[in-house]
């Protein structure tokens, strides 16, 4: 087998196959990756979740993680948000000429461990090959189903006043850590994306607080544009305390350096949660005790007023307005 | 300590205060740690000149594009710039015509482009006050001595000085910008205080050292005779940084310069000194005079002044936001304008 990819691997003859089975199988292989046109699974009982997500990462391999593990982690964090049980996953990979094949077995493995972690099968897959230069190394599409939780129902639309905000780690590290593998920069910092597959975190949470409103994946645009976007759909106001967010030293250092706002770097394994008030001791403890929510920490609460806004107290014991993410000059980050 | 600061700055009742914060690091900071909230109605913080992005004038945006345009010159720019408007272009409209606009985080980043790129002119546009000219002049001392010749600047350079002196009436007090006196020391400050009646304290950049600053201006101004206090002793010296205003004025000299809102200023600026003009793109690309002009309803040159607020400016919010800014001062993250409309939309109290 050549040790690159060339166009004869998405023809879909011979080299396709020789692809599909060195690399592909000998990862994604499980009773339901059949020959077949499609998979066939049993329907579950009770309510289903569907998401895809596109990933086009670069680099392709970043400290914590790879763009494999980045596009399992997505779908099953998508699905998770849903309070749903990922099941299956269905992957489309459009690879670049030349890619070397040793690289694509790196990222097929690392799609195997993260799903394995969380229990979700990889059903069925779809490879193309793009010229060189057409794509830049290698571009990923899953589409996930899962199924909902019974008695759970988290949405966007239901933050209430008096409601207290939840991040499950300290924020901003997969955008970071991805601004810092460009050399423009020319910063050096130890930091690493929060990349991780998060359904078990989030069973653990729904099963000790079933009335979690909203749990939202805080992936591009941050925290803060995840709170804009709850508090429109909620059409309610939120209150952070700017102090309390968690962020990590080199992250605060790196965005002091350039300018940039933690609030608005993405994450791929921090989750935002919004719970009643009463609740939120059990799902703190109940997150500080998975490894992906020891950082958990109440960042803010809902309020009823300045709807549509989401306002900072600072330090002075004033509040001011969390200023709308705008156009920034960033690279790809997922 | 900072209880008895705020206290101050919220109780003060009398003769209406103008405080100046020259800084734009300063007016974001404000901004973004609610200290306006705090003052008393008698407190009256103006957003003033010291944002490079706000006072780069129309003309020095339209020489860039003409090099990248017609001279087919690579220009390296701090991303703030790109969007500045020229009388036609702004660089990152220019972009789109086809120039070659590069944006670099460190001049250095500039001569290293231009040493991968020998077959292209790159020139780097030097712009920003007494805290950013060492780093070009830093760029330059690398260009001359690896012979990067396909290397120029662009300069636009301010210092603050003149700038001081000018903008005197505009209020009762400057908070001076804490990393412009970091270099130059604090010398100017007590001279200013002697011989012009010219009161202000030297900011530090927190919340704490910000409201302490404005306390201090506060109590100082009761007493109603010139006063200079620096308030940001951890960082800034009275003899400044002896190193780098060496390192300025080993490559520059003092130019007449013209500033966005305020007009050409006798010394307001900083220049490359002739022996180095084959580093100088003016020079290098005989760039003709440009008599630029920017949009007449754009009223950035009294937001400079102090002369009115920026939502006193028919564009602000309409024509006029970040992502479309008719004016500089809506550009930068550090401009008065973009300040009001990412942090002033609500009554917050």
Redesign the interface.
């Known amino acids: 087998m050549n040790d690159v990819i060339t166009m004869a691997h998405g023809a879909g003859g011979k080299q396709t196959n020789e692809l599909i089975d060195k690399v592909f199988k000998e990862y994604f292989s499980n009773p339901l990756f059949t020959g077949d046109d499609a998979a066939v699974m049993e329907a579950p009982k009770g309510r289903i979740a569907m998401s895809t997500d596109g990933f086009i990462v670069s680099p392709r391999f970043f400290p914590g993680g790879n763009i494999g593990k980045l596009s399992i982690c997505g779908t099953v964090n998508d699905l998770s948000c849903m309070g749903a049980k990922p099941l299956y996953l269905t992957c489309a990979f459009v690879i670049e000429e030349g890619l070397e094949i040793e690289e694509l077995r790196r990222i097929a493995e690392a799609m195997k461990k993260t799903a394995d972690e969380v229990g979700v099968r990889i059903v069925a897959g779809d490879t193309k090959v793009a010229g060189k230069g057409q794509v830049d190394g290698v571009f990923i599409t899953t589409t996930g189903v899962g199924e909902i939780m019974e008695g759970v129902n988290t949405s966007g639309t239901l933050a209430k006043d008096g409601d207290v905000v939840i991040t499950t780690g300290d924020i901003g590290r997969h955008g970071c850590t991805i601004l810092l593998q460009r050399d423009?920069?020319?910063i050096d910092a130890e930091v690493e994306s929060d990349c991780a597959p998060l359904w078990n975190l989030v069973k653990e949470s729904l099963d000790a607080v079933p009335e979690i409103h909203v749990i939202r994946d805080a992936t591009r645009g941050g925290v803060g544009t995840v709170l804009y976007e709850i508090a429109g759909q909620s059409n309610v106001g939120v209150e952070i305390n700017y102090d309390d967010i968690p962020v990590k030293e080199e992250v605060k250092g790196v965005c002091g350096l350039?300018?940039l706002e933690p609030l608005y770097l993405a994450n791929e394994g921090t989750l935002v949660m919004i719970v009643p008030e009463e609740k939120k001791d059990i799902l703190l403890d109940t997150l500080h005790k998975n490894k992906y929510g020891k950082g958990a920490a109440v960042i803010g609460r809902i309020t009823s007023d300045?709807q549509g806004?989401v306002?900072s107290n600072?330090?002075?014991?004033?509040?001011?307005?969390l200023?709308?993410p705008?156009?920034e000059?960033l690279p790809r980050i997922c | 300590m900072i209880d008895d600061a705020i206290k101050i700055v919220k109780e003060y009742k009398g003769k209406k205060l103008r405080i100046m914060e020259v800084c734009g690091t300063h007016t974001h900071e404000i901004f973004k740690q609610g200290v306006r909230q705090l003052l008393s109605e008698d407190i009256d913080l103006i957003s003033g000149p010291g944002c490079p992005v706000c006072v780069t004038q129309v003309d020095y945006i339209d020489e860039a594009v003409m090099l990248a345009l017609e001279k087919n010159v690579t220009i390296c720019s701090f991303g703030d710039l790109l969007k500045v408007p020229g009388t036609k272009y702004s660089l990152s409209a220019a972009r789109g015509q086809g120039a070659k606009v590069q944006v670099v985080y460190a001049p250095l980043d500039a001569v290293k482009y231009a040493k991968e790129h020998p077959d292209e002119e790159v020139v780097f546009l030097s712009v920003g006050f007494e805290t950013t000219v060492p780093s070009s002049c830093i760029a330059l001392q690398l260009a001359i001595k690896e012979g990067v010749k396909n290397f120029s600047l662009l300069t636009a350079n301010k210092t603050m000085p003149v700038a001081y002196r000018a903008m005197k009436n505009a209020c009762d007090c400057y908070l001076y910008p804490g990393h412009v006196h970091a270099i130059i020391g604090t010398g100017l400050c007590e001279e200013l205080r002697d011989n012009e009646g010219i009161s202000g304290v030297v900011a530090g950049f927190t919340p704490k050292e910000l409201v302490t600053a404005i306390a201090v201006a506060v109590t100082k101004l009761q007493e109603e005779k010139p006063f200079f206090v620096n308030c940001y002793p951890r960082v800034v010296k009275p003899e400044g940084s002896p190193a780098a205003v060496k390192l300025i004025y080993e490559y520059m000299e003092s130019s007449d310069e013209e500033w966005r809102g305020l007009g050409t200023m006798p010394g307001s600026g900083l220049k490359l000194k002739d022996k180095y003009s084959e580093y100088d793109a003016r020079i290098k690309f005989a760039i003709p005079p440009m008599h630029g002009h920017g949009n007449p309803a754009c009223r950035c040159a009294s937001v400079l002044k102090g002369e009115i607020k920026p939502y006193e400016c028919p564009c602000f919010g309409k024509i006029c936001t970040p992502e479309h800014a008719v004016g500089a001062c809506m550009v930068s993250d550090e401009g008065a304008c973009s300040a009001w409309y990412l942090y002033g939309g609500l009554d917050l109290k």
Not at chain 1, 314 to 321: A, E, P, R, W, Y
């Open positions: 423009d920069y020319g350039l300018g300045h806004y306002v600072t330090q002075l014991g004033v509040k001011t307005i200023p709308q705008g156009n000059l």
